[in-house]
């Protein structure tokens, strides 16, 4: 087993674990701080895979202002363990069971999928994800899309200001 | 990497943010969850353009093939950043019309 | 040739159609003359007719015309064509039944007068549907034709005897009519089912050709079968309490029942399938014991009945007996031949009766009558012809007729003769005390009635007097052998009918000084019963505390049969049907019903929970979907075979 392999299968581990550590966290900050770890080991992924505009971007947006908001929103509302009421206990068994069903029957599906076999992603070596390559292609096929991502940030920024005032 | 891998680690976290949908009622740890889905989804996507900008390398050392992957992450994150923003306004005017997170209280679409 | 045979029917059924439809719009003249006219008309066809049939009988061929119009029924081979079968039989019913249906149309003209115009055109509709459908019942050429004319008498039937359908009473009889009539009717359709299994065919000619091919069991079954039928349409015991009540309806239609359509219908059936009859022994026997049980049994009734229309009813059930006690011995033609003059001198007697009632002003109870012949000569004179016609004295028609049917009684069983002998005797005596009650002695209604009292208009008297000729004279077509040899006109005419039943059982003829013994004494003592009859009731009055005892309160009664029947089925029936009601409908069809209605509600409420408005049991949901449209949509058995592998 190589170093990729090892960083792989550390970094999976590690985002799998947070990410069950997301769900039976009792108090909401303990989440997002789990999350905040997932979208870590997430960027780790990128970078092995040598996205490092994606893994920079990740962790920028995602674990640096998404995660901050939420922290602030939960702060904001004095939220603790026990504002959470319980829920029905058959529920999360549904839930369970049903979540478990979709990853069984997806991951069966996969196996069955002779294209599959063999394919191997790029790792580590590749220049696409690099921040040169991509904005080469982001200001030239993409601008379009990448100037009207500008006013949907415009609205939504309108909308959150109009739906969290105050009336 | 054998590209199963990446699916198979994807859906783990795929399938933990729909579980975590389903058994909390804490709308922001609802919320977490779907980020949480999101982004198993966008490593997926950046794993598929590897694997194509990978086989597209062995014919042509020039190729760009797998651009359009990366690039789609990132006008998902646009997205995704976009949507939290309103999210979490909604989520707080929300707490301050009920003084809970509970999403068992938005059942008006029961009437 | 028999070309016109279907104007028959279709002139009633267009005049049906006129006065049914036009009953608010056309003035009672106009219902009249078009009620009347168009029974004319078939009568005149009816006429022509009758000239063919016997041009033809003349030349000795045998004369079987059968005029398809269309065909009723095709399945596969099978058909069942809507078929006239003009012949002997059929053409001397179509005689009789627009004849006389002609003359009680007539006489209802003016015996409705008083009735409201649309009310009026209802009747008209009414009778002309009546004789349309007896027509048909005579006319079909098979079964199931006949069966079409049998079931549109028994809806005339009680559509007319419940005519003045306010009074509950009268709706009741109607009622008892249409329903004592189904049962019969379920006899006869059951015949005819089995006919159709047997043979595959309905068809008169065709049944009767191939009887062969029935086991003599199937014979039996059939006949007895269609003799139910008869029994409900006849008035015979058991079924005959219905006649007696028919008297609800307007007197011309009790007329018109009585002597011209429906009760006539098991004679002329019987008398078309003679051949089945003969050939079924078991069931002629039991024809001759409940004709003469019948013809015994409703004359007891009648020496007691005070309603002049009762009396006539019960001597119609009687008469009935006689009718198929000659049927039950083989002496189809006697049966016929009584049909025929039964036909004039009941009509006669009904008529003259609703004369009567008309003059008293709806009164019917004799008691109440006498010394009409003073203010009604005309009724009188026909009345008493028609007394003297049914009493059986020579040379009226029923004296003919009667004494045929008596003489094949005496060559089959001399037991059964002396008791028929006994059931004339009482005919004779009830029915003078009939007419002395009711037009001799002393009046004894109100004087407001006596002052009243006046002839009826030529309208009414007219058909009396044509009647009255018909039934002295009526009896000349059938005279015995004794008296003029081969002068039997109607048994030469209906000869080639019953050919094939004469073949297998010739009547046995009785030697002619026995003949003239019997027919010395039974005239003698109906004219002494007569006389006594006379001698007893002409110093009639009214007494106020008239009880009878012992057999005459059982006489008065009609023997309790409508109590029995009360007893033993209606009450039964009642009861099964209350239990029905409040036990099974209730609780059975109710609670399914119900069951059915709550089970969706209910089901429909738990459903309603699956809305329960929160978003993760929506999500749920569709997860579990996606699992299932993954599991359908691609190759289970990888999927199992995973399974597999992983546990």
Redesign the interface.
Known sequence: MNTVQILFFFLSVLAIFSAVMVLFSKSPVHSVLWLIAVFFAISGHYILLNAQFLAIVNLIVYAGAIMVLFLFVIMLMNLNANAEPKKYWWMKFAGVISGGCFLVVLVSLVQQATELTGKQALVKEGNIGLIKNLGKVLFSDFVLPFEISSVLFLSAMVGAVVIGKKD | ?????????C???F????????????A??V???I??ML?AV??LL??????H???A?AIDPAT?????G??F???I??????????G??????M??NTH?????F?????? | MSKIAFLVPLFPLVGFLINGLGRKYLSKTAIGVIGSGVIFCSFVTSCILFQQVCNESCNEQTFHAVVTLFNFIKVDAFTIPFAFQIDQLSVLFLLIITGIGFLIHLYSTAYMKEEESHHFGRYFAYLNLFVFSMLLLVMGANYVIMFIGWEGVGLCSYLLIGYWFKNNQYNYAAKKAFIMNRIGDLGFLLAVFWILFKLGTVNYGDVFSNVAKLSAFDIAAITMLLFVGAMGKSAQIPLYTWLPDAMAGPTPVSALIHAATMVTAGIYMIARSNILFTLAPSTQAIITIVGLATAVFAATIALKQNDIKKVLAYSTVSQLGYMFLGLGVGAYTGAVFHVFTHAFFKALLFLGAGSVIHAMHHEQDIRKMGNLKKYMPITHITFLLGCLAIAGIPPFSGFFSKDEILAAVFTKNPIYYYIAVGGALMTAFYMFRLYTLTFLGQFRGTSEQEHHLHESPYSMTIPLIVLAILSVIAGFIGIPEIFAPDSHWLEHFLAPIFKESTKLAAVHHVDHSQEYLMMGSVTGLVILMILIALILYKKYTIKEDETSWGIGKLLTNKWYIDELYNAIIVNPMNAFAGFCKNTIEKNGIDGIVNGVGKLVSYSSRQLRLLQSGQVASYLLIMILSIVVFFLIWFNDLTIIRFLNNIF
């Open positions: 990497m054998p590209i199963q891998y990446y699916i198979y680690f859906l783990a976290l399938s933990i943010g729909i579980i975590g949908v389903l058994t909390r009622r804490n922001i740890i919320f977490m969850c980020e949480l982004n966008n490593l950046v794993a598929f353009s590897k694997l900008h990978g086989t390398l760009t093939v797998g651009t359009d990366q690039l992450v990132f006008f994150m646009v997205v995704a950043a976009a949507e939290v923003s309103v979490l306004a909604i989520i707080v005017m707490y301050r809970s997170v509970d999403i068992n938005l059942n008006r679409l029961k009437n």
